[in-house]
Structure formats: structure tokens, C-alpha cells
């Protein structure tokens, strides 16, 4: 399998990554070697062997309802680019 | 000389008051102020924090409490969070970010009355195998400073070789503690996955990541792991195990202890130095009454390739939430979407970029089974390869890296030469296996490192066999003073 300079544009658009057009023929090059290193399990039988997600077997746990302290507001709001009246100020999201 | 001494004897002279925690902490600040410079180990050197945690330390060690790393320097990598102290994970994306809480490996060093001497350098996101894709700065190997320490703890593996830091914290993907360790010459353990919380680790692949202890000797690294280790209940995939136990690390033997040795990780792709150097020990050992056969784990063959496809998938999720609203820098673009692309592309590095990419790319429709669930079928297929032979081993014995330190520099035109770096080291991963890296011998003047896996949870295990393996082999060989 190869990956086209279009799909290399479609995935950034997926990964919020903005590319200027000599970075996508870079990576093209770069993400098809690395494709091109992945048909080694191409080949291997697979059949009915249940896929490994994690590297031990964890199962969903309840954990006791205990209050704790959080953290401090001002704390938080340190490292926010831009804050306003105890708040993130955030880029709109929905435009009309 | 303080600065050489393993955290083991200078708790000693601690505890007997031979020296003061102060003084250990000024001897260790002025030796990165002397030697950093050519090494480039250290990201951020906190030292007001150290002197007031030394501080601390002496008043516990006055009145005669304390535990039994009281005192003793540490230097973290920085891609653990800490209170106060800048955290980058070595990538312009988080520059300037100042966390408002410890890592749980934080707090619990803290804790044990150490003393924080700052952050180390280490790959961007902890993604590579020589510490030269960091943002900021190159870190060289103290054996030959023309050579990269390995990676992605590369700064970690270097304070504790160059006479920096007695002991360090790291953290292992696919290899990042073990294969620096191997390369600089010194001890690196990585864990059982989940018996060392994850909180406050920044996240690269959640299934795979563990911190773990970089140490001049199997002592020092089981003293620390002692220290970190434990259940958290911040950390939902942390096991209810009780700490890693240091009890009987000193009581075990190798006679009739049985290792297997798979052929994969012995044959001529492995550089011919580090497998002499390996044999060597082997043969050391064998005299000693261990017991070597060979064994096949076909699925080893299969682990970069399986490796370099969940590393990055897990990778493109976790580093999503880096988007320039609620920390780091921000590059106003167009609209919401336009500004998280325009804040990603400055502020994550190329290969961050490319496994994101490939992390994607494998996660998306039409591509998610051939690649994803298939490298999860392969991941069952090598955990249970493993196992069986776990079966029948006391411990499986391989070289930790196919070749000793190489040159900065010298890998950047082929980059899956970089990534084959962690062939060795991958399956613990993978399978969550306790796995330790101690120094075997030297190759044209550089360290080389043998490795031993055990099945998961018997971390106890893996460190009362590496401390009679460190009998036979001989302390952690130290570089020529600068």
C-alpha cells in the first residue's frame, strides 16, 4: 500500500497539522518507507488470534466516591494563553 | 569524589553523617554548572528547589529519620511533570509550561526525603532512540561526546554516566530507558507495565509507557523502583500490587537458573561487538552455573514493524490535545481549526509530525484492520510467545541494543536505522514485561548492554537475577573523568 500526496493532505486535515507543500512531498516519501517496512505482517496468518490492546489484562475498575481537592483556580489558569475573569478565553468554535 | 559514588554508598555516608544532603546537592549543582555544558543533559537545573529539599533532607537525617534515599540527588526526565519547575517533553509546543502539580513519581521521591536536581533532555514526546530530535539541544554520550547517548532518556542515561546525578528517572516506550542505559553504560529498568503510576507522565503510547529507574548499580536501581513504585489511584491502569520489594535482592544464585536466549536477537544483524561482548558474559555466567539454550520467538522479527505502528496510533490520539487553547503557545490561523493547525505545525518537530501522521493515517477508515488490529493480532501473537518460554526460563537474556553508541549525526538519512535501535527492547513492551539493562563489557571503548526479561510482576525476579549477573560481570564501568 502507498499513500498519495492527496491522502498525505487528507490525514494533516485529520491531525490538525498544516503542511506547506514541500513538507507533503516530504512526508510522503517518509510515510511510504515507513509503509513500505509495515508488509512484513501483511504476511502473517492472523486467523482467529484476538487482537492485544493493552500489556496486561485490565478490566474496568470502581473506584471508591471520595471527595479530593482540586487544584486551584489561579493554578490552572497559569499557563493559559489568554484568561478572562477566572475563565479560559478559547478561539470560537461554532461561527453563524 | 561525591559526583561518583552510587546513591547507595552516599546514603550511607549520609546516614552517618559523614556529609550533609547540602553539601551532596552543592557538589552535584556545581558539577552540572562545571560539565553540563559539554554533556547537555540537563533542560531546567532547579536550583533553589534542590537546596530547599536538601534542607529538609538534613533535618529528617539529623533526627535520624528519613528512608533509605534520604537525601540523595535525582534528576527527572522532563517529560514528568512538576510542580513549579517547567515541563517541555523537549518540544516547542509545551515551551514556557509550568505545571500546577507533581507526577505521582514526583511526589513519592519527593517523599523519600530526595532531593530534585532538574529536568533532563530526551527525545520530543520521548519519540526516538537518540535524544537528537529535542527541541532545544543535543545531549552527548559522557564515553565519547561525539556520541549520541541513545534515547529517548537520553539526558537521564548521561547525568547518571557523567557524574551528574547518582540516579534519574526515564521512561520506556519501546526501549527508551533500557537502550540509553546500555549505550551510556549504566543501569535502566523498566517495570512492569502499571506497577509505576502513570500520572503526570505526559503520554505518548498509554498500552506501552513506564517509568523506570536509571542507576549505577542493580542495588541503586531496585532502591529506586522501591521508592516509585506502588498502586495510585490517579492512574486507572495501575496494578494493586504492593511497591517493588526490595527484600532478597541479594539472596538469589544463579546455579541451575535457567535463561533462554532467542536466536532472533543474536543473529548478524546484531553488531559483532556487542555479540562478542554479550557471548562473553554468557560464558562468565554459564561458569557461575546458569544455564543458556537457545530459543525461537518468530514474532520478535515482527516487533519494529508492530511497535511503529501502535506507538504512533496511540501517539496521534494522545498528542490531540495539544491545540494551543488551554496551554503553550498559540498561533492564531483561521478559525478554531485553522489555529490548532497552524499552532501544531509550529510547534510540534518533524519526526512528532510524521507520527501523527502515521498514527492517523493507520487509524483511519479503510486502513484501521490492515494495519491497527493486525499489529494487535502480532502483539498477542509475541506476548504469547513470550509467556510460553516464560514457561520454562527463569528470564530471557538478550543483547539491550543491536549496536553500541553511534555518532550525532549519523543515522538522519535513513530513519528506519534509528528505529531498528529498539529491536531488542520492544517486546517488554509489548507484553508489559519487567526487563532491566546492565553493562556487560565494552566495544572499541564503548559500553555495551545485556539485557534480562521476566514475565510480568516477577520485577523482584528480574532484579535478584540482574544482582548476580552485576556479581559476575562486575560493577557499571565508568567514563574517563572530564
Known amino acids: 500500500m502507498s499513500i498519495s500526496l492527496d491522502e498525505v493532505r487528507h490525514v494533516a486535515r485529520l491531525a490538525r497539522l498544516e503542511l506547506d507543500d514541500s513538507e507533503v512531498l516530504a512526508l510522503q516519501g517518509e510515510l511510504n518507507a515507513l509503509l513500505g517496512h509495515f508488509a512484513d505482517i501483511q504476511a502473517i496468518d492472523v486467523t482467529g488470534i484476538e487482537p492485544q490492546s493493552h500489556a496486561v489484562a485490565l478490566h474496568s475498575v470502581w473506584a471508591d466516591d471520595f471527595p479530593i481537592e482540586g487544584l486551584a483556580r489561579e493554578a490552572v489558569l497559569r499557563n493559559a494563553p489568554l484568561s478572562k475573569a477566572g475563565l479560559f478565553v478559547v478561539p470560537t468554535i461554532i461561527e453563524d | ?482
Open chain 2, 1 to 482: 569524589m561525591l559526583t561518583r559514588l552510587t546513591a547507595s554508598e552516599l546514603a550511607a555516608k549520609l546516614r552517618a553523617r559523614e556529609v550533609s544532603a547540602v553539601e551532596v546537592a552543592q557538589a552535584h549543582l556545581e558539577a552540572i554548572r562545571a560539565h553540563d555544558g559539554k554533556i547537555g543533559a540537563f533542560l531546567h537545573v532547579a536550583e533553589e528547589k534542590a537546596m530547599a529539599q536538601a534542607a529538609k533532607a538534613d533535618e529528617a537525617l539529623a533526627k535520624g529519620e528519613g528512608g533509605p534515599l534520604t537525601g540523595v540527588p535525582i534528576a527527572i526526565k522532563d517529560n514528568m511533570s512538576t510542580l513549579d519547575i517547567p515541563t517541555t517533553a523537549a518540544s516547542k509546543i509545551l515551551e514556557g509550561y509550568i505545571p500546577p502539580y507533581n507526577a505521582t513519581v514526583v511526589e513519592k521521591v519527593e517523599q523519600a526525603g530526595m532531593v530534585m536536581l532538574g529536568k533532563t533532555n530526551l527525545d520530543e514526546f520521548a519519540m526516538g532512540s537518540s535524544t537528537e530530535t529535542s527541541a532545544y539541544q543535543f545531549t552527548h554520550n559522557p564515553w565519547n561526546l561525539e556520541c549520541s547517548p541513545g534515547g529517548s532518556s537520553g539526558g537521564s542515561a548521561a547525568a547518571v554516566a557523567g557524574d551528574l546525578a547518582p540516579l534519574s528517572l526515564g521512561s520506556d516506550t519501546g526501549g527508551s530507558i533500557r537502550q540509553p542505559a546500555g549505550l551510556c553504560g549504566v543501569v535502566g529498568f523498566k517495570p512492569t507495565y502499571g506497577r509505576v503510576s502513570r500520572y503526570g507522565l505526559i503520554a505518548f503510547g498509554s498500552s506501552l509507557d513506564q517509568i523506570g529507574p536509571f542507576a549505577r548499580s542493580v542495588e541503586d536501581a531496585a532502591l529506586l523502583s522501591s521508592v516509585i513504585s506502588g498502586h495510585d489511584h490517579h492512574d486507572s491502569t495501575s496494578l494493586p500490587h504492593a511497591p517493588i520489594s526490595t527484600e532478597g535482592l541479594k539472596d538469589g544464585s544463579l546455579k541451575g537458573k535457567r535463561f533462554g536466549l532467542p536466536k532472533e536477537m543474536f543473529d548478524p544483524s546484531i553488531d559483532a561487538g556487542v555479540l562478542e561482548s554479550v557471548h562473553k558474559a554468557i560464558d562468565a555466567l554459564k561458569a557461575e552455573g546458569a544455564e543458556f539454550e537457545e530459543i525461537s520467538i518468530p514474532e520478535i522479527r515482527l516487533g519494529v514493524t508492530t511497535y511503529y505502528i501502535i506507538a504512533p496510533a496511540e501517539a496521534s490520539s494522545n498528542l490531540a490535545r495539544f491545540d494551543g487553547v488551554r496551554y503553550g503557545p498559540r498561533h492564531e490561523g483561521v478559525g478554531h481549526v485553522g489555529t490548532a493547525e497552524k499552532t501544531r505545525a509550529m510547534g510540534f518537530g518533524h519526526e512528532v509530525k510524521t507520527r501523527i501522521l502515521i498514527g492517523t493515517y493507520t487509524l483511519s477508515a479503510g486502513y484501521y484492520d490492515a494495519y491497527y488490529t493486525r499489529a494487535q493480532q502480532v502483539r498477542s501473537m509475541m506476548t504469547a510467545g513470550f509467556n510460553r518460554e516464560f514457561a520454562r526460563f527463569d528470564g530471557i537474556v538478550t543483547p539491550t541494543s543491536p549496536s553500541p553508541a553511534f555518532k550525532i549525526g549519523s543515522m538522519n538519512d535513513d530513519p528506519m536505522a534509528l528505529k531498528i535501535l529498539d529491536y531488542c527492547t520492544i517486546p517488554a513492551n509489548m507484553g508489559g514485561f519487567p526487563a532491566i539493562s546492565l553493562n556487560c563489557g565494552l566495544t572499541e571503548g564503548l559500553p555495551v548492554g545485556i539485557q534480562i526479561i521476566g514475565p510480568a510482576l516477577e520485577d523482584e525476579r528480574v532484579f535478584q537475577l540482574a544482582y548476580c549477573f552485576e556479581q559476575v560481570l562486575g560493577a557499571s564501568p565508568r567514563p574517563p573523568t572530564a
